[in-house]
């Protein structure tokens, strides 16, 4: 079964760090662009950052740059997001998804279920 799993998520306070994890399944992460997005309550969907085949060039949303930082393991199939100055409006819940490319256009092929960020004092 091919999918995508995200952990790391949890209670942070604002000014902490997080790192999420997106590992896959039975597909090869290197084939694929990842992006991470993320969705805060009663607020669309958004697009945090997204990395290129083979851990490429990333790029980021402008209200997360210099905050966030997406890498890719590729031995280990998996790609994180190192987010750090965490503030309360980041809360969200985050979602991986792999895609063909980091174009805005390109379709989704996998969404990973999520995993919750809280930023709170």
């Known amino acids: 079964q091919r999918q995508l799993v995200e952990s790391g998520g949890g209670l942070v306070q604002p000014g902490g760090s997080l790192r999420l994890s997106c590992a896959a399944s039975?597909?090869?992460?290197?084939?694929?662009?990842i992006g991470w997005f993320r969705q805060a309550p009663g607020k669309e969907r958004e697009g945090v950052s997204c990395?290129?085949?083979?851990?490429?060039?990333?790029n980021y949303a402008d209200s997360v740059k210099g905050r966030f930082t997406i890498s890719g393991d590729y031995t280990k199939n998996t790609v994180y997001l190192r987010m750090n100055s965490l503030k309360p409006e980041d809360t969200a819940v985050y979602y991986c998804?792999?895609?063909?490319?980091?174009?805005?256009?390109?379709?989704?092929?996998?969404w990973g279920k999520g995993t919750l960020v809280t930023v709170s004092s």
């Open positions: 039975g597909l090869t992460l290197d084939y694929y662009a």
């Open positions: 990395i290129s085949r083979s851990g490429g060039s990333g």
């Open positions: 998804a792999a895609k063909s490319s980091c174009n805005t256009i390109a379709t989704v092929d996998y």
